[in-house]
């Protein structure tokens, strides 16, 4: 017959506590009795009533050594992490002091390798200085460039160091032309809202020409200021026509100053044109692969 409600209740805790009163029967009279007998008892316990328990002691265990396992599996891989992150950074540098040691060969003492320093004070952006002057014989004007190409100019000389702007400072000008030599014009820095946002454009062309998207843009060597051939950037798009007489072109930079830590700088004794330094027709928009030098 079956019990429903208060009586039910009741039963249920008349069977705990007559369970407990037991338990603790056992537990003082366990100690009389010859081993043999309490090792049966234990087994029968652990077999039984204590096996929920037991079960229960296994999982928490098990738990704790499986996130013991994923804590150290996490270690591993960040430790991987980290091995992987400057291994490829190591051969990131490695690959552009490759590229620059190949120009270094081709340009020969007209250009000074050194190791460009970034002030990191407020007002100095788009500025940096290296570590050759005027004892080395760079003079103010002088280009700074990269395997890459144009990195920025020498503005100011000193005895053994000198400081230089890149196409980031908002006075950075530079007479530049299509690498066919079809289309000269200027170019400059566009600020943006925020300064991660600056442009190149190539100003002042004419309106009648028709400049492709990709095209090479190089420094012309018109101002006397830089030499001719030097990359700049390729034409991404039309920036402006200001009525039928002139069009403006956004570039996409050769070179990207901020990552810049190793450059070229040129001397006195640095030739007009540099357009043999790098193969016009084979720069792609991610790098500039080695060059053969004169006379090979």
């Known amino acids: 017959m079956a019990v429903y409600g208060p009586e039910r209740e009741t039963q249920g805790g008349r069977r705990q506590v007559t369970f407990a009163v037991g338990v603790m ?31 229960t002691q296994q999982r928490l265990t098990e738990t704790r050594a499986n996130a013991d396992r994923i804590d150290y599996l996490q270690s591993e891989l960040d430790s991987l992490s980290a091995v992987v992150s400057t291994q490829s950074a190591l051969a990131d540098e490695n690959r552009t002091l490759r590229e620059l040691l190949g120009l270094t060969e081709r340009a020969g003492p007209a250009f000074l390798p050194t190791t460009v320093l970034r002030p990191g004070t407020p007002g100095s952006e788009g500025m940096f200085l290296v570590e050759v002057g005027f004892d080395e014989g760079v003079r103010e004007g002088a280009a700074v460039v990269s395997a890459r190409g144009l990195v920025g100019v020498i503005r100011e000389v000193r005895g053994r160091s000198s400081v230089g702007m890149d196409w980031n400072n908002p006075d950075f000008r530079a007479s530049a032309m299509l690498v066919d030599g079809t289309t000269f014009g200027i170019v400059e820095n566009v600020r943006g809202t925020f300064r991660e946002q600056d442009r190149l454009m190539l100003n002042g062309t004419a309106y009648h020409e028709d400049v492709r998207e990709g095209t090479l843009v190089v420094t012309s060597g018109l101002s006397g200021v830089l030499p001719r051939g030097i990359p700049i950037g390729r034409v991404e798009s039309t920036a402006e026509v200001q009525g039928g007489w002139r069009k403006s072109y956004w570039l996409r930079p050769a070179v990207e100053p901020g990552s810049v830590t190793h450059v070229l700088v040129e001397t006195v004794d640095g030739p007009p044109d540099l357009t043999v330094l790098w193969a016009a027709d084979s720069l792609s928009a991610d790098r500039v692969p080695a060059l053969p030098g004169p006379g090979r």
Not at 39 to 55: C, D, K, V
């Open 25 to 55: 029967m056992l537990a003082l009279a366990t100690p009389y009795l010859s081993e043999g007998v309490q090792q049966e008892i234990a087994f029968t316990l652990q077999a039984s009533a204590l096996q929920p328990f037991i079960a």
